[in-house]
């Protein structure tokens, strides 16, 4: 399956080395449309559909696996400096491709606490709006398990 989005997806520890230099931590793929970027005991997953991004953080809890969509959460947070030497045009691989761009500048210059493995951002995460957990796929909990002791 190699069409437009997979090779976004493909492009990902592109947009996301220095993130992963500074903070330690690995790119894999995940699928071919999922890539995560894995630290000790936590992950950041970036999946890409059709016209945009989902960011989520997956942690180890006890003996069980977490997930929860949070991009919209962490947006928020972003500024007009994120949004800085985005790639000008149309289509929905300019969008993403932008979109990544935004996400690798905001988690740098907001996040570095969730970069450096903290969790106790998730308190203010649970108690918003924004809240919501998910179960792990089978292509995520083969990835994970590889990587969470």
């Known amino acids: 399956m190699?069409?437009?989005?997979?090779?976004?997806?493909?492009?990902?520890?592109?947009?996301?080395?220095e993130i992963c230099k500074?903070?330690?931590?690995?790119?894999?793929?995940?699928s071919?449309?999922?890539t995560a970027m894995i630290?000790?005991?936590?992950?950041?997953?970036?999946?890409?559909?059709?016209?945009?991004?989902e960011i989520y953080y997956l942690y180890k809890k006890d003996r069980d696996m977490?997930?929860?969509?949070?991009?919209?959460?962490?947006a928020q947070a972003y500024d007009s400096q994120d949004r800085e030497n985005l790639l000008s045009g149309e289509g929905a691989d300019?969008?993403?491709?932008?979109s990544l761009l935004i996400v690798a500048k905001g988690l740098a210059s907001k996040w570095k606490n969730v970069l450096?493995?903290?969790t106790k951002w998730l308190e203010k995460y649970r108690s918003s709006s924004r809240y919501a957990k998910e179960n792990l796929t089978?292509?995520?909990?083969?990835?994970?398990?590889?990587?969470?002791?």
């Open 2 to 17: 190699d069409n437009l989005w997979t090779n976004i997806n493909d492009t990902i520890p592109m947009y996301m080395n």
């Open 32 to 34: 071919p449309l999922k």
């Open 94 to 98: 300019i969008y993403i491709k932008n």
């Open 116 to 118: 450096e493995g903290d």
């Open 22 to 30: 500074e903070h330690n931590l690995a790119c894999v793929k995940v």
């Open 66 to 74: 977490v997930k929860y969509p949070c991009g919209s959460f962490f």
């Open 39 to 53: 630290g000790d005991g936590f992950a950041i997953m970036i999946a890409i559909d059709r016209f945009d991004i």
């Open 138 to 149: 089978a292509d995520e909990r083969e990835t994970f398990e590889k990587y969470f002791v």
